[in-house]
């Protein structure tokens, strides 16, 4: 059977909405019947994990219709997670015309940049120029404490919600077959860094012995971390039967592992930063509700080795 | 009614204020709020965190001098219902306290910031007595600590532009004066109730 690219997302978000669907009746079940053993906790945060994937995905359909949309959602979402950075990080008066300057000038131009296709521009115009340019500003400021380290932190926000995660919308530009093609790209890289992290998720839970760094995250083992990529290099398997988003079979296994790999890593950082400012989620100034931040680490890691890779795989 | 919706929505989009409500609940009875004050955006926010119903009778306290000014800020004053207080001609028989009191009437609540004009945020200052002289006037109204957290990083005094981080309006438990309190027991007991909802906050 020969689906056109089109036809075969709309495959794929049917394959997606049927799977959700049963995970969603799993968690429903396993929360109604509390005598089956299962730590409570763990089907709550189950549960609450499901309804975030809901939502991303209902996003995700958007990328499928229209590239300027998936932009401007990508870019509100960037900005959103710089909020939640900066709001944890201990920035002072003498910051706050950086600041400005990375909230309405860099963040705005860098999306603006992908959506008029200027790769040469917008992978060094966070690097190198904001690089430059904050230290300047804050200098000019002429508040000299602590200035190396608020520097670096207003940078490394920068890099991280805007330049990394601005990776993944740009994926739909590649120089590569049909749109339809690219936007199942994209959804690939999202889809996998969900996968991944709950993959890992549940080898540490199953088989998790050697903690990688108690003082971090006391869940997080090498066994969740070896035994989750690795399943998800099978999971990337599968998907390649059915929707072949790169030429060779094994190509799609090694991207898959990559992404786990990153995801794992961004996942790590994040915790580190959380750690050291004594929070649970970057959202915790919105109770209830864990921050964007918390949602995208693994993404905004994966997102431009993705990137990089793919266009080597499929453009070369 | 345009104005407010419009200010309401630009003050709530640029502080991505969330609101907390800690053993205390919104209420239409007469109350006075006191708060901490970093920034030009604070009055709208608190006005604007609180249930439509109760905002109606809720009137923040400005300074004469300032929104009397030019015909934006006398607007802005006129759609939020300001009490406009003289903090610089205080006559004998129109003291502030009095103006707030008469313009308080037997249904309005009001907005206070008792540190008398904006702090670096930093520390919260030491407050004024008007607090003190208002409940002393009138023991029944309860008073209401709210602490907002990070208005002094998104619009700090001195600047213009705002940045769009994310801050938090706390409100407090009401508290009153006791009878035989004197103004010196007084203030620093309203001050240290606001710094407790400062101190919930880091949990």
Known sequence: MNLTPVQLNWALAGTVVVLLSMATGVGQILSRKPRLGINPHAVKAFNARLRAWWVIC???????LSRELTIILFGLISFWALREFITLTPTRAGDHRALFWV????????????????????????????????????????DTKRFLERVAKIQSGLLVCVYCLGFAPAILYLDIGEYAQRSRLLFFLIVMSLVSEALQFIWDRLYGRNVISESINGTRTWEGMLGGSASAALVGLTYHLFFHPFHEYWHTALVSLLIAVMGFAGAMTMSAIKRDRGVKDFGTLVEGHGGVLDRI???????????????????? | MFTEALLTTLARLLSG???RWIDSQPDTCQRIYFANHTSHLDAILVWSALPSNVRKLTRPVAAKDYWNGGWVRRHIAKTF??????RKEIKVHKSPIDIMLRELGNTHSMILFPEGGRSSGES???????????????????????YIDNMNRILPRGEFLP??????????????LE??????EFLPRARTALLQLQETQRD
Not at chain 1, 120 to 128: A, G, H, K, N
Not at chain 2, 81 to 86: I, K, P, Q, R
Request: net charge neutral; with cysteine.
């Open chain 1, 58 to 64: 209902c996003l995700l359909a958007i990328a499928f």
């Open chain 2, 17 to 19: 204020a969330s609101v």
């Open chain 2, 179 to 184: 009878a035989g309190e004197t103004k010196n």
């Open chain 1, 103 to 142: 909230f309405f000038f860099f963040t705005p131009l860098h999306y603006l940049l992908i959506y008029f296709d200027q790769y040469e521009l917008y992978s060094i115009l966070i690097p190198v120029y904001a690089f430059l340019f904050i230290p300047l500003r804050i200098a000019i400021a002429g």
């Open chain 2, 81 to 86: 219902n300001a009490m406009l207080v003289d």
């Open chain 2, 124 to 146: 919260v200052g030491d407050f004024k007595s008007g607090l003190f002289y208002l409940s002393k006037k009138r023991p029944d109204l309860e008073l209401i600590p709210v």
């Open chain 2, 163 to 176: 940045v769009p981080l994310l801050s938090c309006i706390t409100f407090g438990p009401p508290l009153w």
């Open chain 1, 297 to 316: 680490d693994t993404i905004c890691f994966a997102a431009p080795v993705f990137y990089h890779v793919a266009r080597q795989l499929l453009m070369a």
